[in-house]
DNA sequence: CGCGACGTTGATTTGCCTCAACGATTGTGG
DNA sequence: CCACAATCGTTGAGGCAAATCAACGTCGCG
């Protein structure tokens, strides 16, 4: 709870009684490891604010091939973005990879608050800035970077999630399969 | 100008009042074909509203090849987010690909905006979340499609911008080569 | 007219994928 | 608490999509 109003304030200032407010309008969850937030084909009508725990949101193409599109851990939100905003079922599937809690703000109760509480308008809209700005760069890297490349780059930007996922998401994350993944990081090592 | 006022009227509403205090913030500025409106390496301050002509966003990684990031034309804005957002050096080149006219929205303005015209918060709050949402499924197909794929994508979202932008740009923006895209569009033409 | 950017085509290389087999680890029901 | 299945990571052989390098024709433009 207070990691998410503390998260707030960072962006955009909130009284203590209107964080009372917003947090009137939330509801707060727990999961046990592998559960489903967000199943595709289906709309998404929640965003989930992690308080601890770890989720990732992936889609799976044709051929049965999961691809990592986020993982969120303690401080972020996830969604199904394209789903919540556009009210049509989605591509993205949510999972838990740990037990998890979470703080769950409805599209509904998000239209209110933005009538109650307009500078929430301007928290989302850093955020979305922020995130757009990370996906910018992640899909310049994806262009031009080679899989060793993305590697060493995601362990420097999430350090912590590299003993807490297995193996064949991270390769999923950044785009290789886990064979060739498996291979490349003994070829690292060896150097 | 009016475009610009009915795009942000789509979103948000404005009053004309209010409208014309936002036009009050902006300049208009007119760029011949190939100008460049932004530079890597320099701290980006400004936002482009596209009125007419075409723009693209690209930078060049350490091997001398460019990658575009962006078309925008009629109705599109364009920036480096990244640098203008964090105020550090960007790597973005913004460059006109045909005469082009722009209304400027600085980021001071912009800022002095927020506080007169917050409901300014929410427009680009949705702007950045639909951009976003785009990102991301273009960072999805470029995991898992092919060169073919995301260039009949490419066809079907942008047609208007196939006889505009020379070839090798519609390669660099799918991400291949211009030589490989050469062939593969000669093999998708003989079916 | 001549130069430079563009598009094409061919030969060769390479980064990454596919398929398959096998040990190690995890977890789950009896 | 063990046995067995399922998942995970590793390794190898072979294949393919796309890159690289090089040569050449075309066109727009100063």
Same mark, same amino acid.
């Given at each position: 709870m207070q990691s998410l109003i503390a998260h707030i304030q960072k962006h955009s200032p909130l009284t203590p009684d209107?964080?009372? $407010?917003?947090l009137v309008h939330t509801e707060t969850?727990?999961?046990?490891?592998?559960? !489903? $937030?967000?199943?595709?084909?289906?709309?998404?009508?929640?965003?989930?604010?992690?308080?601890?725990? $770890?989720v990732r949101s992936f889609y799976i193409n044709d051929n049965i091939v999961e691809h990592i599109l986020h993982f969120a851990c303690e401080g972020w939100w996830i969604s199904d973005m394209y789903s919540l905003f556009s009210g049509k079922p989605g591509d993205l599937?949510?999972?838990? $990879?740990?037990?998890?809690e979470v703080i769950v703000l409805s599209k509904a109760q998000q239209e209110l608050l933005y009538q109650q509480l307009p500078q929430l308008e301007r928290y989302f809209r850093i955020l979305a800035e922020n995130s757009l700005v990370a996906h910018q760069e992640r899909l310049m890297d994806n262009m031009s970077r080679s899989a060793e490349e993305r590697f060493e780059k995601f362990c420097k930007r999430y350090p912590s999630l590299?003993?807490?996922?297995?193996?064949?998401?991270?390769?999923?994350?950044?785009? !290789?399969?886990?064979?060739?993944?498996?291979?490349?990081?003994?070829?690292?090592?060896?150097?």
């Open positions: 209107e964080a009372a $407010l917003f969850r727990k999961y046990k490891s592998k559960s !489903v $937030l967000q199943h595709a084909g289906t709309v998404c009508t929640e965003t989930y604010f992690i308080t601890s725990g $770890l599937f949510i999972e838990t $990879l740990e037990d998890t590299i003993q807490r996922v297995p193996q064949k998401q991270i390769a999923s994350y950044i785009g !290789v399969t886990p064979e060739f993944f498996s291979k490349m990081k003994g070829k690292m090592l060896r150097k």
